[in-house]
């Protein structure tokens, strides 16, 4: 599977943006796929998580409630519409495939995570 993450870009406060993470592979459709960040000086973050069909979610704490994940695996495509963005929401964003297939076990740890995307890098004024 390789990833392709697009979408970032420079936003004010309360704005929004939607990310999205193209694949290339079969088993896309078959895995788990979520999203994390790095901000400046910080530690990879998780974001959110979407089960291979599409069924569940998950979400992080700090994006509960503004940030939404949804695929459309017709297109082998992962989004991530975020709103309400925050100026502590600036990051550079990944997404990533889960390394088993028709499982969710362990979501929000980067290392059951084994095909990463390069990154798109979401800047927020204030």
């Known amino acids: 599977v390789q990833l392709q993450a697009s979408g970032g870009g420079l936003v004010q406060a309360g704005g929004s943006l939607r990310l999205s993470c193209a694949a290339s592979g079969r088993t896309f459709s078959r895995v788990t796929t979520g999203w994390f960040r790095q901000g400046p000086g910080k530690e990879r973050e998780f974001v959110s998580a979407i089960s291979w069909g599409g069924s569940r979610t998950y979400y992080g704490d700090p994006v509960k409630g503004r940030f939404t994940i949804s695929r459309d695996n017709a297109k082998n495509t992962v989004y991530l519409q975020m709103m309400s963005l925050k100026p502590e929401d600036t990051a550079v964003y990944y997404c990533?495939?889960?390394?088993?297939?028709?499982?969710?076990?362990?979501?929000?740890?980067?290392?059951?995570?084994?095909?990463w995307g390069q990154g798109t890098l979401v800047t927020v004024s204030s």
């Open positions: 990533a495939a889960y390394r088993l297939a028709y499982s969710t076990d362990g979501y929000n740890n980067p290392a059951q995570y084994n095909y």
